[in-house]
């Protein structure tokens, strides 16, 4: 992997999803793993934080009419019921623990939906600084990481997933799509062997 065309892009890392309180945080019913799938990324970063590689996050944010959700039904549906993700609320806000890398994290708004792609600037930001890789962590397992990873791919990337840093409703699901549904078209990575590749590519 070479750090310098590879993106670690950061989805969904948020309160509603990641702190204990957050009011989407029991979707994702295994919460000691969910907390462990923050504390990995986290270190995951840390070891590359003077590496040149790209360092991403794109949020999910609503209006507070959430005017953007159409949708009759489905996990839309319920965000919007369950005034999740809404702007100016502390459900919104990107995690403490990614806040603390400050500006080494670029921050890129405008998502609405599943897909990290759709509505963004993301793939024209991977495309100016030469991106061909993108290294995928967040949540959630069979729906953001599952949309993006797969817009990724049918853009021409190399897609790498994370694991043990992507969090799932649950255990089994998190098993089902790393190890049937995300090899037919990214290759299932640790956040250890990512780390050990881009550094050893930085060092040589």
């Given amino acids: 992997m070479n750090p310098s ?29 969910t907390r462990a ?9 840390e070891s590359l934080r003077d590496s040149p590689v790209t360092m991403i996050s794109t949020p999910i944010i609503f209006s507070p009419d959430y005017s953007e959700v159409r949708q009759k ?18 459900g919104a806000e990107t995690v403490d623990e990614l806040k603390a890398f400050g500006d080494r994290i670029q921050e890129i708004p405008g998502k609405r939906g599943f897909n990290a792609f759709t509505e963004t600037e993301l793939d024209r930001k991977l495309r100016d600084a030469s991106i061909d890789h993108v290294v995928i962590a ?3 397992t069979s729906i953001c990481i599952d949309s993006t990873a797969r817009a990724a ?4 990337m190399q897609v790498s997933i994370l694991s043990d840093c992507t969090a799932a409703r649950t255990n089994v699901e998190q098993k089902f799509f ?6 037919a078209y990214a290759t299932v990575r640790t956040a250890h062997e990512v780390v050990a590749s881009l550094s050893q590519e930085t060092h040589e």
């Avoid at 799938?37 to 970063?45: D, F, H, K, Q």
């Avoid at 791919?153 to 021409?156: A, F, K, L, R, T």
Wanted: net charge negative; hydrophobic share 50%.
């Fill in 37 to 45: 799938v923050l504390g990995r990324t986290v270190s995951m970063l």
């Fill in 73 to 90: 039904d489905g996990l839309l549906l319920a965000i919007r019921e369950a005034k999740a993700f809404k702007a100016g609320m502390p």
């Fill in 153 to 156: 791919y049918e853009m021409g």
């Fill in 5 to 33: 065309t590879t993106a670690i892009i950061l989805i969904g890392f948020q309160v509603d999803y990641f702190n204990t309180n957050g009011i989407l945080h029991e979707l994702l019913e295994d919460s000691a793993e």
């Fill in 178 to 183: 790393c190890t049937t549904i995300f090899p």
């Fill in 138 to 140: 967040g949540a959630v």
